[in-house]
């Protein structure tokens, strides 16, 4: 479960902390659940290692990397399939993807919880 200021935005959670789940993510999947989300895990805050493709990914994605005090550093609406490299401005631990639309009331800044991870 995700929430972002007590307020639920996901109920299922796909946790990826190994380097091939964080490569493969949403690749080869149709499509997304509106109550689903990725959540791609680094070892610690980094630019370097924050970035994402949407190669065989068949639809476009919300995306929001988060840093390691669980804030929300940056956010990109309506990623489109296949784009080689989505990086984000600032340092994140987390990057999360989501079913398009679910990031647009979410705010740099706001705070987010995870539920079901450890």
Known sequence: MIKINNK?????????????????????????DKDTAYVLINNKDSI??????TFFVFF??????VNSKKIIVDKRENVK??????????????????????AKN???GDKIEFKGYK
């Open 8 to 32: 639920i935005l996901i109920k299922n959670t796909i946790y990826c902390n190994s380097l091939y789940s964080r490569t493969k993510g949403l690749m080869f999947r149709t499509n997304l």
């Open 106 to 108: 979410i705010k740099i």
């Open 60 to 65: 476009p994605i919300d995306v929001l990397w």
């Open 81 to 102: 399939p296949f784009k080689l490299l989505i990086k984000s401005k600032k340092p994140a631990k987390y990057i999360i993807e989501l079913k398009r639309g679910k």
């Open 48 to 53: 370097k290692d924050s970035s994402i493709h």
